[in-house]
């Protein structure tokens, strides 16, 4: 009879403790795994696995740039705090309107087309589309 791996799974109670989070890498890719032991709403044991690329962004900081950060603040600069700097953003949902209309799909003209055509006198117009 072969042996059947134990699943890990399995070899939990309900009265046990999930094992730890587990972090492995980055590896020499870039990819970080990440190993998460968690129960759902029925009570059942759950393995969550995900896996992210770590990248390192490099970015290029110029001496003169770092001089002036150094300069003493003058004028209204002056009074402010590192909290007045802040920008807020507004939350509030603002509707656009449309200048022009939307173009109409090909589709939509030919029902114009033959609409315009059945409104006409002409059974000509109706025949041809």
Known sequence: MARSKIRWGDTLDDEEALPPTTV?????????ITTEYYKNDKGEALKKVTKVKV????KKVY???QE??????????????????V???HTEDIPFERI?????????????????ALQSAHKNAIVGS
């Not at 002036?68 to 603040?73: E, G, M």
């Not at 109409?104 to 609409?115: G, H, L, P, R, Y």
């Open 55 to 58: 990248v390192n962004v490099e």
């Open 63 to 65: 001496k003169i740039s």
């Open 87 to 89: 920008t807020a953003q």
């Open 100 to 116: 022009r209309p939307a173009k109409a799909t090909a589709q939509e003209k030919k029902i114009t087309d033959v609409s315009a």
């Open 24 to 32: 492995k890498g980055p590896d020499s890719h870039g990819i970080k």
């Open 68 to 85: 002036r950060r150094q300069w003493k603040r003058f004028g209204e600069a002056a009074k402010e705090t590192a909290a007045d700097s």
